[in-house]
Structure formats: C-alpha cells, structure tokens
Nanobody, 120 residues
Framework: VQLQACGGGLVQAGGSLRLSCAAS????????MGWFRQAPGKEREFVAA????????YYADSVKGRFTISRDNAKNTVYLQMNSLKPEDAAVYYC??????????????WGQGTQVTVSS
C-alpha cells in the first residue's frame, strides 16, 4: 500500500487542522491505520489509530479529547481532525498502515510526513 499524507500547515494555538492520508494499492479496509508524529530532536510518538472497520479508535493521552481519527473506506482515506492545537503539537505527522496490528504498535507501511506548525 502507498500512503500520501497532506493537510499540514501553520495554525495559531487554539486553532484546528485536518490531516488526510490517502491510500492506494490493496483494499484499504484490509489495513488498520495510525498517525504518528515526530518533533525536532524527539523520537517519533504515537498519536492515534483506527481499526479496519473504524469501530475502534485509540489515542495518546496527550491528544485525547482534542484529536479525532476517522476513516472513509469508500474513499481510501484516513483523517486526523486536530482541534485546540497547542505549540507542543507541532511536528511532522506521519500516517501508517498495517494488515494485522492496530494501536500504539509497529506498522509495516508508512507515508511521507506532513508538517504541522503551531504558533503561540
């Protein structure tokens, strides 16, 4: 599967962004999907994940209540709605896919990142 993330940009603290990740290749519903992020000088960290059908979602404690992951299997796309953004949310965001695992786990497939910048 090939993954293409987009939707990053510059936003003021308290603002919102929606990231999208479009998949091509095998049937999209065959993959659990995740979002990760990496800030400069920091390790990559788990943000959110969603199961194959979308029935289960998982979030890092730092984003619970502010971020929402969703998927549209008809459009082969996973989304990350980010509200109430904080400067510490600034990072390069990556989407990932895996056939058999979901959550804060290692994923087999990764897209390129999209930059999110939050000004204070």
């Amino acid at each position: 599967v090939q993954l293409q993330a987009c939707g990053g940009g510059l936003v003021q603290a308290g603002g919102s962004l929606r990231l999208s990740c479009a998949a091509s290749g095998r049937t999209f519903s065959s993959y659990a999907m995740g979002w990760f992020r990496q800030a400069p000088g920091k390790e990559r960290e788990f943000v959110a994940a969603i199961s194959w059908s979308g029935g289960s979602t998982y979030y890092a404690d730092s984003v619970k209540g502010r971020f929402t992951i969703s998927r549209d299997n008809a459009k082969n796309t996973v989304y990350l709605q980010m509200n109430s953004l904080k400067p510490e949310d600034a990072a390069v965001y990556y989407c990932a896919a895996d056939e058999s695992r979901v959550g804060d786990v290692t994923y087999n497939y990764w897209g390129q990142g999209t930059q999110v910048t939050v000004s204070s």
